[in-house]
């Protein structure tokens, strides 16, 4: 079992589930809280050392904490937003790729991981760093999420969009109330601590919901730039039925499905990221790339 893109130690996870089913009975509020907490709280830290890529590393505060970001590279910016409890390090094979390619790329640790400041962090958090990369580092040509990070970049894709030629979401959540209800399945709620669970997550985001703001479809649809939704069919953490009913309501999305992959694997298969870096280079066919100044 897994937590939103993390693969948890299985006694931690046993611990919470068993833990949790007891105290529900006595107190489902507390539970919701507790839940709560968990969700936001990343549970390890992976620290983002590149084996090879030589990254030049920039430090920006966004709401009081320090973001590490991460730049290489010399042409047309991409912007890459990795998933819970992992780091920028993760693409380092893709961001190579893109490189040898003519791209630069634009990275960062999130909040609350590998060098960057905080303790927990949420998709709003998430969204407001994208758009502080977006105006120090952009216009990005292009943008690349997975898993959580593919969830807060179609968020806030409406705002960053104006020369994006291609947008790539690995194993994308279909709406965030789907990441709700796994989480609350990984860790054995029943239906009193899932339902104050749920009400603390809406009183946090008291002006959005759900099924308006929060479905990816949705926001999705209203997009102009071309996606390429990538989605492993053994995906254990993300199921693959998201990235079906995306691509299903998206007249503008490519589907690329993959097997045998699972959740992280595919952000380092050879034949993904090929696929990945030819399908940036025809949105660029017409463009001589070492002409676009940034």
């Not at 130690?9 to 107190?27: D, M, Y």
């Not at 968020?155 to 989480?183: Q, W």
């Not at 390429?228 to 993300?238: G, K, M, P």
């Amino acid at each position: 079992m897994t937590k939103q893109g993390v693969y948890w130690p299985v006694v931690t996870e046993k611990v919470l589930h068993f833990s949790l089913g007891l105290l529900e009975r006595i107190s489902p509020g507390l539970v919701g809280r507790l839940a709560c907490t968990v969700f936001y709280t990343p549970l390890r830290r992976t620290n983002s050392v590149f084996r090879e890529l030589k990254m030049r590393e920039e430090v920006r505060p966004v709401r009081g904490k320090r973001i590490i970001t991460y730049l290489a590279g010399k042409g047309p910016p991409v912007v890459f937003i990795h998933g819970w409890e992992m780091g920028a390090a993760h693409y380092e094979p893709l961001m190579s790729a893109m490189i040898d390619a003519g791209f630069s790329v634009v990275s960062c640790d999130l909040p609350a991981h590998g060098k960057s400041g905080g303790l927990s962090s949420d998709i709003v958090e998430i969204g407001d760093v994208i758009l502080d990369l977006s105006r120090r580092y952009g216009p990005f040509v292009g943008a690349v999420g997975h898993s959580y990070g593919a969830a807060a970049l179609a968020r806030v894709v409406g705002a960053i969009e104006n020369d994006l030629k291609l947008m790539v979401l690995f194993a994308c959540p279909v709406t965030y109330g789907s990441m709700v209800g796994l989480f609350s399945s990984i860790l054995g709620l029943g239906k009193k601590g899932r339902q104050r669970f749920v009400e603390r997550i809406h009183a946090r985001y008291f002006a959005m919901r759900f099924d308006r703001d929060l479905d990816f479809r949705r926001i999705l649809n209203a997009t102009k730039t071309p996606l390429l939704i990538v989605h492993d069919a053994d995906d254990r953490v993300v199921p693959i039925q998201d990235s079906m009913a995306l691509s299903a309501a998206l007249s503008n999305a490519t589907p690329l499905t993959t097997k045998g992959l699972g959740h992280q694997r595919l952000l380092r298969d050879a034949g993904v990221i090929e696929r990945v870096v030819a399908t940036f280079q025809q949105k660029f066919q017409n463009d001589d790339l070492s002409q676009i100044v940034q």
